[in-house]
């Protein structure tokens, strides 16, 4: 059994646990990561990247199929789903060795295994080889989260996917329900409707993406449509009765029960932390619904003991975990960190349409007491989606009215998850509407109805 001892010891190494362990070490903190799977995380072997590049396949496909509109020629289009799914594979293990050449890099040391926190100050990690106890005054934990299952609805990897099972199928599903319409249930079916599967989509609330704004929700829902995607809102999925190669769904709507078969269910309602096991409940750490209870600044209220990333609450996103991971290791070496502020972080979807926000919908931002001006531009009026043959789509700004400051910003439409960061730094920057208007925005570009949404809000759009 070995002894180790450093100034940080971070355990899980995604997104937030590696870049707080890189952050770390460029501090000059002797620095561990913990990992007992995958270098990366979820989001770079089974999450964000991969279905990235799955996305892109079915993107890819659905414009080859589309080659008549820009008088172009292709017939007999097919696919090699094996294919589409090792180009995934190879994007993914692509990541994971670049993450490891990093922390290398870095001279971050890496220990495979499950750890513990038995004390206060200590991790012991559970290796092939053994057990190694570490020590170190400051421990990060960023063990992520996982699926959540829902009784009665549990995965199998046959008939029942999570996304694991849906990122490396056993087979391509021919007709598929979809339980949950947030961004990881939509990417799914967004890409297995794509590659033609007969796609249904079920959600429990009175709409499909239920974070985003209603507006642009809508807009969203019209299109899968179009795609062939059917959408079921206001209905709970009951039971799942499991056959040979078939599924009998039982769905509830107002009261009232249909039964439907698939040969695929995907279920993607919800994540729950990875809290258990680690003796947090002995060390006095809080944890409300599987999420360990943090101040602004990732600490637990246990002296030496941060939590970054999914594990300490939304927004589940990637980026924001990096971001709490770089604010962390600042803060453990002395220097000043800014908190980061849930409500000035984008939210991405990469299904066809993309959609993108930041800040508050229009609801909530009314909701929330203010007096909203809200601006509008919808794609048709914008040169560059109209020579890129992508004309569906909208970008929607709301301002506080007696301010100017940029409440949020919502999209949908072609290539506006790279758009989005526009608004983003506007926020990060406190600007105002006035800032946004005297901004010059290049033509012919997508950014240009960035501009006529705020223009619109105040009654001065040109363009459409």
Excluded at 12 to 18: A, D, K, M, V
């Amino acid at each position: 059994m070995g002894k180790q001892s450093f100034d940080v010891v971070v355990i899980g190494s995604g997104p937030g646990g590696y870049v707080a362990a890189i952050r770390a070490a460029q501090l000059g903190l002797k620095t561990a990561v913990v990992e007992r799977e995958l270098l990366g995380g979820i989001c770079l072997n089974w999450g964000c990247i991969p279905t990235k590049a799955l996305l892109r396949s079915a993107e890819v496909f659905h414009t080859m199929q589309r080659a008549k509109d820009y008088g172009l020629k292709a017939e007999g289009i097919s696919f090699d789903f094996d294919a589409v799914i090792k180009r995934s594979r190879g994007v993914a293990k692509q990541l994971n060795s670049g993450v490891t050449h990093l922390l290398k890099k870095n001279k971050v040391t890496v220990i495979m295994g499950t750890a513990t926190i038995p004390a206060k100050g200590k991790v012991t990690v559970k290796t092939e080889a053994g057990e190694e106890e570490l020590s170190a005054p400051n421990i990060i934990l960023a063990t992520g989260a996982r699926a959540r299952e829902l009784p009665g609805l549990e995965a199998d990897g046959d008939l029942v996917w999570t996304y694991r099972h849906a990122l490396q199928p056993p087979r391509m599903p021919k007709k598929l329900l979809v339980i949950g319409s947030g961004a990881i249930g939509i990417e799914f079916a967004s890409f297995y409707n794509a590659l033609g599967a007969d796609t249904t989509v079920v959600e429990v609330m009175d709409r499909i993406l239920p974070v985003e704004d209603a507006e642009i929700a809508g807009i969203a829902k019209k299109q899968f449509e179009k795609h062939g995607l059917k959408i079921r809102e206001k209905t709970t999925v009951k039971t799942l009765e499991r056959a040979k190669g078939k599924v009998t769904a039982h769905m509830e709507k107002g009261g009232k029960t249909e039964t439907e078969e698939f040969d695929t269910v995907i279920s993607a309602v919800g994540i729950v932390g990875n809290t258990e096991g680690l003796g947090l409940e002995a060390l006095g750490v809080k944890v409300d619904r599987t999420h360990v209870v943090t101040d602004a600044h990732c600490r637990t209220g246990v002296e030496g003991l941060w939590a970054i990333g999914d594990i300490a609450g939304a927004p589940w996103l990637a980026h924001k975990a990096s971001h709490e991971g770089v604010m962390v290791a600042e803060l453990i070496k002395g220097l000043h960190a800014h908190p980061v502020k849930p409500e000035s972080i984008a939210g991405c979807t990469y299904c066809q349409p993309q959609i993108a926000s930041v800040g508050l919908t229009e609801e909530k931002a009314k909701a929330a007491g203010y007096e909203v001006k809200v601006g509008r531009m919808p794609f048709i009026g914008n040169g560059k989606a109209i020579a890129l043959g992508e004309p569906e789509g909208l970008v929607k700004t709301v301002f506080d009215a007696k301010t100017g400051e940029l409440l949020g910003a919502h999209m949908v439409g072609a290539e506006v998850t790279e758009l989005i960061q526009g608004y983003v730094i506007g926020r990060t920057l406190e600007t105002t509407e006035a800032e946004l208007m005297e901004t010059v925005f290049p033509h012919p570009t997508l950014s240009e109805m960035m501009h006529e949404a705020v223009l619109d809000a105040y009654g001065k759009r040109i363009h459409f």
